[in-house]
Nanobody
Framework: QVQLVESGGGSVKPGGSLRLSCVGS??????????VGWFRQAPGKEREGVAH????????SYANSVKGRFTLFRDNAKKTVYLQMNKLKPEDTATYYC??????????????????WGQGTQVTVSS
């Protein structure tokens, strides 16, 4: 079983930055072998894939809406995946969820590809 715990959300002004963290609680090296992604869902909208990173960080994919502003990286020694969010916009306001797939690499930003989910952390971008 895998438990994912997100942190780092909060309120920030447009143009500001936040770093989200996702800590995976697993036995042994399981988390190290999982592709991990971030999703977000704003009120009244469908869940949107933001980015994912392969187990060894060789492959990273971003949604067009965040390319050039968000960076996803992981520290397997700490069983943690980070989402660095810069130049935040009001439209980035959402609940952000960490998710893990039970394989080393993911191929899409579709929710169905991810098996384990965290509880989410709120990000609000407002002046």
């Amino acid at each position: 079983q895998v438990q994912l715990v997100e942190s780092g959300g909060g309120s920030v002004k447009p143009g500001g930055s936040l770093r989200l963290s996702c800590v995976g609680s697993t036995f042994g090296p399981m988390f190290d072998n999982m592709c991990v992604g971030w999703f977000r869902q704003a009120p009244g909208k469908e869940r949107e894939g933001v980015a994912h990173v392969s187990s060894g960080s060789s492959f990273t994919s971003y949604a067009n809406s965040v390319k050039g502003r968000f960076t996803l990286f992981r520290d397997n020694a700490k069983k943690t995946v980070y989402l660095q969010m810069n130049k935040l916009k009001p439209e980035d306001t959402a609940t952000y969820y960490c998710a893990a797939a039970d394989r080393p690499r993911c191929w899409t930003l579709e929710s169905a590809e991810f098996r384990f989910w965290g509880q989410g952390t709120q990000v609000t971008v407002s002046s």
